[in-house]
């Protein structure tokens, strides 16, 4: 079964001004899709592979013939970080997280405000394409901010996922040019912070 593109949870205008339309449809329909294509090209010879789910096959890179890993990394990684940017992106006017997520936050950062600062600053110290994830330990429950370069996927890391942010330049370059720090002041109100907080609860959960 061929990896899918997933629909976009949204038009692509849902997110200005913030993010841009002709960014979002650019974004989805040629940058991620193009992540799904080359990955189903590249695992097309390894049936095997291509139908096991995309977490374990980028949890097991050592599985993968040497001779495809590195682009199963980068088109994987691409596929997975692509679907959770979406998911935790919302049309909504900004508002501070609440429930859970609140109080993780709180009692990890001290602050949202804090928290929104350690972040922007990861984000924005990135040095070249790469992504800045929001992610939980287990086995503590404590929040944890990740860089990670290029289209390494934050799966298969023990941590799970609550919220992905984009610094490619292609997340941004059209509307923002390479004003990177003022496309994640924008980037902030378009969080889907009721998403993120719901992903917490799953994992405190166990599910
Ligand atoms: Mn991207």
């Known amino acids: 079964m061929a990896h899918k593109l997933p629909a976009l949870p949204f038009s692509y205008d849902a997110l200005e001004p913030y993010i841009d339309a002709a960014t979002m449809e650019l974004h989805h329909d040629k940058h991620h899709a193009a992540y799904v294509d080359n990955l189903n090209k590249v695992l097309e010879p390894y049936p095997h592979l291509a139908e096991r789910p995309l977490e ?3 949890s097991h890179l050592d599985h993968v013939p040497e001779t495809i890993r590195t682009a199963v990394r980068s088109f994987g990684g691409g596929h997975a970080n692509h679907q959770l940017f979406w998911e935790t992106l919302a049309p909504n006017e900004f508002r501070p997280p609440r429930g859970a997520i609140a109080a993780a936050i709180a009692r990890d950062f ?3 405000e804090r928290f929104q600062s350690l972040f922007s600053g990861a984000a924005t110290t990135h040095f070249g394409s790469g992504w800045v994830f929001l992610v939980v330990r287990p ?3 404590r929040l944890e901010i990740v860089p ?4 390494d996927s934050v799966l298969g890391r023990g941590t799970p996922p609550l919220l992905a942010c984009d610094v490619w330049e292609h997340a941004y370059y059209l509307k923002y040019a ?5 496309y994640l002041a924008a980037w902030w109100n378009v969080v889907a912070w009721d998403v993120v907080d719901e992903r917490l609860r799953d994992v405190v959960a166990g599910t």
Do not use: A, K
């Open 56 to 58: 374990d096959v980028l």
């Open 110 to 112: 001290d602050s949202f």
């Open 139 to 141: 086995s503590t429950g």
């Open 148 to 151: 990670l370069p290029n289209q």
């Open 178 to 182: 390479n004003r990177r720090p003022e």
